[in-house]
């Protein structure tokens, strides 16, 4: 009786050495995993290809290679722009959730949605913040309701604006 107990507590020890020094798929590449996994990347957008089939990649700023998006068609509206994009990812490719705007040519850029006060245009952040335009050019002007990128001060008229969508 008293072996048998022993004999069950060793293997129940050894267990979980075991298992506490296994990491399951630590060594195996993603690509052999074949698994998804929530992943936010950042890079500069780039439409590559022919215009009736375009690709829409993430050009990192390392010597990675760059990530295919796969999301939104508004992906290809951001082209040549540095965003944050979060998503699932599968080997080289991002199922992109959602996006946001860093930089415009390296100059700091800020995404929104705008709207009207009064007169004023304004552009309000993902954090509701409202951010009053300068001198705001007519396609911001005549577009509230449509998300947009600002780049610059936003105390300044923008540097270079779009719309997203």
Do not use: Q, Y
């Amino acid at each position: 009786m008293r072996l048998a107990r022993a004999l069950r507590v060793a293997l129940a020890l050894a267990g979980a050495a075991l298992a506490a020094c296994h990491r399951a798929g630590a060594r195996m590449p993603e690509a052999e995993r074949g698994s998804t996994r929530i992943d936010s990347i950042e890079g500069v957008v780039r439409v590559v290809g022919l215009d009736a089939l375009p690709m829409v990649t993430l050009a990192m700023d390392d010597a990675t290679p760059s990530v295919a998006l796969d999301g939104p068609a508004s992906l290809r509206r951001v082209d040549g722009l540095r965003i944050a994009a979060v998503g699932e990812r599968a080997g080289v490719r991002l199922t992109v959730r959602r996006f946001v705007v860093l930089a415009a040519n390296g100059v700091h850029a800020t995404d929104g949605v705008l709207a009207k006060d009064g007169d004023a245009t304004v552009l309000v952040t993902g954090d509701g913040v409202r951010h009053r335009l300068v001198n705001a050019p007519p396609l911001l002007r005549d577009n509230p309701g449509h998300r947009a990128w600002v780049s610059g001060p936003l105390d300044r008229e923008p540097v270079a604006f779009g719309i997203i969508e």
